[in-house]
């Protein structure tokens, strides 16, 4: 590989973070927070629906210790930034798309300790993945954020000139890590294939991508971005966890396999959406809603 590919992915959080920081001002990240209603349903459904679906699908598929631990993971863990190459194009919930970023990643760095300590398999423990993940939302997610907001304040004319420079490094790296990492994906599902595991996990993300967009209210945009934000589980903290406390095993073969499932499932919801959007604009589903009512 020319560049390792946790690499690449920080680099492209840090420079999505930073964009939307240029296109969203301090005002409207702080009003995100007054959605407590929202993001109750979404903290119940990653913290307790998903998670209960895990632990579901793993009794229901004959699955081998490996691939069952390595999908409760994914179930209790979510937030990853990889949601961000699909979420920062909902263009008028950049502020939301960054909030529900953040907080994803501060619960996953909740659920990380807990799960560790309550799983019977654990073969060791390890504070590593913990002060991995919490380096990683400072470093690529909080300050690039900030800087992008500081940015646009003093600079409003200078922000406005790289936002689409910036998008295009942003789609360039996405693209390079899907290119770097597809021999991994192919060795990762020749390694858990059989017994259901892959079923199972293409359960687990399509429930977990409704049950987003479920929670997400009348608002379509956000039903979006939850449904991929909760679909998308954080394969990268499982990776960390599956390195450093399940060593000599397959079960960081798991997240690798789930991060080639979701990826396309979540390109093709979202071109689906963006279509849907242009044949049905939004005019005519609210006259259509208040059609029905009536």
Avoid at 20 to 34: A, C, K, P, T
């Amino acid at each position: 590989m020319l560049i390792r590919p946790l690499s690449l992915l920080d680099y492209f959080v840090a420079v999505v973070m930073f964009s939307i920081g240029l296109r969203v001002s301090g005002g409207e990240l702080l009003n995100v927070w007054l959605r407590r209603g929202l993001f109750a349903r979404m903290l119940l459904a990653n913290c307790i629906l998903i998670p209960a679906l895990g632990f579901l699908l793993v009794h229901v598929f004959p699955l081998n210790p490996e691939a069952r631990i390595g999908i409760l993971l994914l179930a209790a863990i979510p937030g990853t930034p990889i949601a961000l190459q699909f979420t920062r194009q909902a263009k008028t919930r950049l502020a939301f798309t960054a909030a529900v970023t953040f907080v994803l990643s501060a619960v996953s760095l909740a659920m990380t300790p807990l799960v560790v300590q309550i799983m019977p398999e654990i073969a060791q423990r390890s504070e590593r993945p913990l002060l991995l993940l919490l380096t990683d939302i400072v470093l690529y997610i909080a300050v690039p954020l900030g800087a992008g907001v500081w940015v646009a304040r003093l600079a409003p004319k200078v922000a406005a000139m790289l936002v689409l420079p910036l998008g295009l490094i942003a789609t360039a790296a996405f693209l390079f890590l899907m290119w770097e990492t597809r021999m991994l994906r192919r060795e990762a599902f020749n390694a858990i294939r059989g017994g259901g595991a892959i079923a199972a996990m293409v359960l687990l993300l399509l429930l977990a991508m409704l049950i987003g967009w479920y929670i997400g209210g009348p608002d379509p945009e956000s039903r979006r971005v939850l449904a991929t934000t909760t679909g998308m589980r954080n394969v990268i903290v499982v990776l960390y966890v599956a390195r450093y406390c399940f060593a000599g095993t397959h079960v960081f073969m798991v997240p690798i396999v789930y991060l080639a499932l979701m990826v396309p499932t979540n390109l093709v919801f979202y071109l689906a959406f963006v279509g849907w959007q242009k044949l049905w604009p939004a005019g005519e589903r609210v006259e259509q809603l208040r059609l029905r009512k009536n």
